[in-house]
């Protein structure tokens, strides 16, 4: 590297060929994550608001939209981040557009569509100025960051026409505009397959994913404790549906770090695409399970059945879905040769067990919340204690041998 490369005050970012074995997350990044805490936990309190179908489609799509800044915006400093000032002012930047969509967020009903949308905007343009810019000082780069511009500025275009699009067809509009933000890492990934470009996810950002995680995780567990904390009668079975709440959360941190943690990536592109977009409905999911338990304890303490609105179906099914998600994540990570069988085995149980946790959901619907949420955490367990033993053993052959 040249002296410039170097320049503490507002140096070029790091090449994409310039890359780093092995680093050390920031606290930069880190503090980057604090703000999505604030904004992901907007997001989950909204859907909780508005139980209905149209509620959780627009949950999805800004869950995909908050994912897509935080996974731009990481990738962005992994792959070109200095110690230079420059990248502390863009993490800065981008930090003031994702609070920014957190404020209009709780915008009042009849103004919250068009705050957000140019909130949206902004965080929009911002990421597309990130990829852009890094073609001003490396050149090579310039080729494989030209579908992020476009694609992202197309997106940023259709973004402009909602504001005159009649309500019926916005969800719409909004929704292809999602889909432009995603079609570069596709695209791009063609590419470098093509040209033998060498490049695949690093240790870091599956690190830096496992910490998003953690952040969804808070924000179940938190919604498990607002359940209880506003309700005015605390009686020993709101008391046990709370010590269930805790138990399924802590349960699904088991399996998901069990299974996905301080693995590596396999090679190229395209396995790094699928583990990232799969992370997407996988902690949307997880951000259900705190935001619809609330509704939940209502029910119990009102003494209805647990299937009798959206977010309680929804609750069942974001079970499933996370479970699901995290069998398929772990067929893109590289395992040790004697844990693969266990790996298969405990990727097919996965399945199993949230065919079962949908079997639970819709073959009784009349079951006490209390009893429905027990049955979950016994299912989860039985995970647990087959995939430990399984992995224990593995442990004990590999000391006598």
């Known amino acids: 590297m040249s002296k410039k490369d170097y320049n503490i005050w507002w140096g070029p970012p790091k090449k994409f ?27 989950t309190h909204y859907v909780a608001e508005h139980p209905s179908w149209a509620g959780l489609l627009d ?5 995909a939209m908050i994912f897509w800044g935080w996974y731009n915006g990481s990738m962005h400093h992994d792959l070109h981040g200095t110690p230079g000032i420059r990248t502390k002012f863009m993490t800065l930047w981008q930090m003031m557009a994702v609070g920014a969509l957190a404020i209009t967020l709780d915008s009042p009903p009849e103004s919250v569509l068009n705050r957000t949308t140019l909130a949206i905007m902004f965080l929009q343009l911002f990421i597309t100025y990130l990829w852009w810019s890094v073609g001003i000082y490396d050149r ?3 080729k494989l960051n030209r579908p992020y511009t ?34 570069p890492y596709i695209l791009t990934a063609r590419r470098m397959k093509k040209n033998k470009i060498d490049f695949t996810l690093s240790s870091n950002m599956t690190e830096r994913l496992g910490l998003f995680t953690i952040i969804i995780f808070g924000e179940a567990i938190l919604g498990v404790i607002n359940s209880v904390s506003h309700l005015h009668e605390l009686n020993f079975h709101i008391w046990l549906c709370f010590g269930f709440g805790m138990l399924i959360v802590f349960s699904l941190w088991w399996i998901f770090f069990s ?27 997880l951000g259900m399970v705190g935001a619809s338990f609330p509704t ?49 085995f405990v990727q097919r149980l996965l399945i199993i067990v949230g065919v079962i946790n949908l079997l639970l959901m819709f073959l009784f619907p009349v079951l006490p ?32 041998s």
């Open 17 to 43: 060929s310039t890359r780093v074995a092995e680093r050390k997350i920031s606290w930069l990044e880190l503090f980057y994550d604090l703000v999505y805490v604030i904004v992901i936990s907007k997001a």
């Open 369 to 400: 919340i209390f009893f429905y949420l027990l049955c979950v955490f016994v299912s989860l367990l039985v995970v647990i204690i087959v995939m430990t033993r399984s992995w224990f053993r593995i442990e004990l052959r590999k000391l006598n």
């Open 259 to 285: 299974t996905i943690a301080d693995r590596e990536c396999k090679k190229g592109m395209l396995a790094g695409n699928i583990i990232s977009f799969i992370y997407i409905p996988m902690l949307a999911s």
């Open 150 to 183: 476009y694609w992202f500025l197309t997106a940023f275009a259709l973004l402009i026409i909602t504001f005159w699009v009649p309500f019926p067809y916005k969800r719409i509009v909004f929704v292809i505009a999602l889909i432009l933000n995603y079609l």
């Open 140 to 142: 090579e780069h310039r």
């Open 296 to 344: 939940l304890m209502e029910n119990m303490a009102a003494k209805e059945n647990c299937f009798s609105s959206p977010l309680q179906i929804v609750f069942g099914t974001s079970i499933v879905v996370f479970l699901c998600c995290i069998s398929i994540i772990s067929l893109f990570l590289i395992h040790p040769t004697e844990l693969e069988n266990s790996k298969k």
């Open 59 to 63: 949950y999805a799509y800004m869950f």
